[in-house]
């Protein structure tokens, strides 16, 4: 066997341990939508899915550059020898739609879930300038009625002597 079909036969595999982890990503992405449907956001359970996501996407991009370093070195070989590496390119064409459909629903989940996380955070604003609203609101009345019946005593101590 070949120096190139090697390098192909890695691309191949390359290629389908992309679309495992880009489906991984993908499961992440649905159970982050579920996640931001629910009434109260699990934050822990929401970063951790975060966190997964991020570690995946890194073994991403550490694929692709392999990837094109190997395509580099046999693409000589393969457009020389397109139809000795039909099967293969068939293959790897077949995963690569596979993987490009993957990436289009990703990020089409990823700008929905992107539209509720926006508008769980509005919510979250809005609750916290309501509840600081109520905090002065309450204090200042505890203040107001504090001095009431402070200069009320006192008038009435006057009245009384």
């Known amino acids: 066997m070949s120096v190139e079909r090697v390098y192909v036969d890695m691309m191949a595999d390359t290629l389908n341990r992309k679309k495992e982890i880009l489906t991984f990503i993908y499961d ?3 159970e982050q939508e579920i996640l931001l449907k629910e009434e109260e956001l699990n934050q822990e359970r929401f970063n951790e899915l975060i966190q997964e996501k991020g570690e995946r996407i890194e073994q991403l991009n550490q694929m692709d550059e392999g990837f094109d370093r190997l395509f580099k070195q046999v693409e000589k070989e393969i ?3 397109r139809e000795a590496y039909r099967e293969q390119i068939q293959a790897m064409q ?3 739609a596979l993987v490009g459909d993957l990436g289009m629903k990703i990020q089409a989940l990823e700008h929905q ?3 509720r996380f926006k508008i ?4 979250q604003r809005k609750t916290i300038r309501e509840f600081h609203r109520n905090n002065q609101t309450a204090s200042t009345y ?5 001095f009431a019946q402070g200069a009320g005593q006192s008038y009435f101590f006057n009245e009384q002597k």
């Open 28 to 30: 992440k992405t649905k």
């Open 94 to 96: 077949k995963t690569i």
């Open 113 to 115: 879930n992107s539209e």
């Open 79 to 81: 457009t020389a020898n």
């Open 142 to 146: 505890h203040k107001n009625m504090s």
């Open 120 to 123: 769980y955070l509005s919510t």
